[in-house]
């Protein structure tokens, strides 16, 4: 996959609280440092395939960012440290040891779809942001 982005975020393209999170990114980040795909897509399975990251279940936010994949609450603060403003302040959540900070993802990503319930399928997103979404 040649002249892939430098950030990508891999997410869950059914899961309300997952597009909630790529909108929220979308929202605080100006600069457009982030590309996404979702784990269902052509372009979400390669990349799965390409990094040995599981591709039968959709529970991680994966961040890859220069060939460097992240996972989980790792995946996410890492985001977040490269947005602009008070947001890059949560990334000090990383001091805290990653099996605690993962705990708490866990239960969130296994209970995500009671919780915040799920679509049929994924967003299409409009034409101005549909150039961020790998496919």
């Not at 890859?64 to 959540?93: C, D, F, M």
């Amino acid at each position: 996959m040649a002249d892939m982005p430098d950030r990508i975020v891999l997410f869950d393209g059914v899961c309300n609280f997952c597009d909630g999170a790529v909108q929220f990114i979308i929202k605080h980040d100006p600069e457009g440092l982030f590309s996404f795909a979702s784990l269902q897509s052509d372009a979400g399975g390669n990349l799965l395939k390409q990094y040995h990251l599981p591709s039968d279940h959709f529970d991680s936010f994966i961040l890859i960012e220069n060939g460097r994949v992240y996972q989980k609450s790792t995946a996410a603060l890492h985001v977040v440290k490269s947005l602009p403003g008070l947001w890059r302040a949560a990334s000090a959540l990383l001091i805290i040891p990653r099996p605690l900070r993962d705990a708490v993802y866990s239960v969130i990503a296994k209970n995500r779809y009671k919780w915040f319930g799920q679509k049929s399928e994924c967003t299409v997103p409009g034409p101005e942001i549909r150039k961020r979404f790998l496919s």
